[in-house]
């Protein structure tokens, strides 16, 4: 009984912690008359490191990845999440952060 106490303790700790880094976005029509259906983001606060649209996260509500640049303060390394792998992220002479994609190529990260 005492485990199973401290199993539903647990899970509901767990989804209270997971409810509060999101926010829900309603719906809204733009300038131009497009209507932009509701959705959930990251709860604001002072680092891009924990958005969804960051580099190594993935949004749970959509299952993309993020790809756009963590903080530069940021001290773990970057990778940049492909379907089943990772790949390393690299800054170039210029700022930019780039990963080396299928071909070959560099695939710039967007900010």
Known sequence: ???????????????NSFAQTSTYVSGYTNSNGTYVQGYYRTTPNTTRNDNYSTVGNVNPYTGSYGTKAADSYYSSPSYYSTSSYTTPVY?????????????????????
């Open 91 to 111: 800054t170039g002479s210029r700022g930019g952060q780039y990963y080396i994609n299928s071909n070959g190529n560099k695939s710039y990260i967007s900010r």
């Open 1 to 15: 009984m005492k485990k199973l106490f401290f199993f539903i303790a647990f899970l509901f700790a767990a989804a």
